[in-house]
């Protein structure tokens, strides 16, 4: 059990320019969650997968905003044209069969946009 | 929509002081409710955790009641340590157990 990985740890990027985080989550859980975090708050979610399905987005996931699990395994988070709004800290977890108690989290994708 | 409260911080103890971190919450249903932990460098880590009313979670010395007449869910240490210094978060889910709604989280420093 290696954990939760997040890639890249850091992501300098200019507004307009998509960008691209990948995550792998524990090799047997089925659930993968997507999470946002600004500097001086709490994680908010933004999307789910249970397997390669994506069960639920919230409305913090604009159309720029892209997430998959092709295989039900890693994902990726895409966000197109990007806005200095969208600097955070980006999150991923994995749990099996939505035990959040069981939630493992990533240390995260420090994006910045200039 | 659900929320959590979440005591205005920064906190700075020193080492063997007591801890209490408030933090209260609305929710439509019965949610579950947890504390996370954020060391430096480092993910979000489950520190404690109760899933009805009068639950106490416990966990590393840390204590937590699930209070319902007063919506809360206050986190507490009889005794400090300088490696508890850390970013503490509270949360709810709700039955359905999709998603975890958070605090804004509480940053503890513990000088020796």
């Known amino acids: 059990d290696t954990g939760v990985s997040q890639d890249p740890r850091h992501k300098i990027t200019k507004r307009g320019q998509n960008v691209t985080f990948r995550c792998d989550p524990i090799?047997?859980?089925?659930?993968l969650y997507w999470y946002r975090q600004t500097l001086g708050q709490g994680p908010e979610f933004l999307t789910y997968?249970?397997?390669?399905?994506?069960?639920?987005k919230s409305r913090l996931l604009s159309d720029r905003f892209s997430a998959e699990r092709p295989k039900g395994s890693f994902s990726t988070l895409e966000i197109q044209r990007t806005e200095q709004g969208d600097s955070a800290m980006y999150l991923c977890?994995?749990?099996?069969?939505?035990?959040?108690?069981?939630?493992?989290f990533g240390s995260g994708t420090q994006l910045s946009v200039l | 929509g659900d929320s959590v409260t979440q005591m205005e911080g920064p906190v700075t103890l020193s080492e063997e002081a007591c801890l209490t971190i408030?933090?209260?919450?609305?929710?439509?249903?019965?949610?579950?409710l947890f504390w996370y932990v954020q060391y430096p460098g480092e993910g979000l880590q489950l520190l404690l955790k109760?899933?009805?009313?009068?639950d106490k979670g416990s966990n590393k010395g840390f204590e937590a009641t699930y209070r319902k007449e007063t919506t809360s869910f206050h986190l507490e240490k009889g005794s400090v340590q300088v490696s508890d210094s850390a970013v503490y978060f509270c949360?709810?889910?709700?039955?359905?157990?999709?998603?975890?709604?958070f605090g804004e989280g509480t940053q503890l420093t513990v000088n020796p």
């Open positions: 977890a994995s749990s099996n069969r939505g035990r959040l108690e069981k939630l493992f």
């Open positions: 090799s047997e859980h089925n659930r």
């Open positions: 997968f249970q397997n390669e399905a994506q069960l639920e």
């Open positions: 408030n933090c209260t919450y609305t929710a439509t249903g019965y949610p579950s």
């Open positions: 109760a899933t009805k009313a009068d």
């Open positions: 949360a709810l889910s709700e039955t359905s157990g999709s998603r975890l709604t």
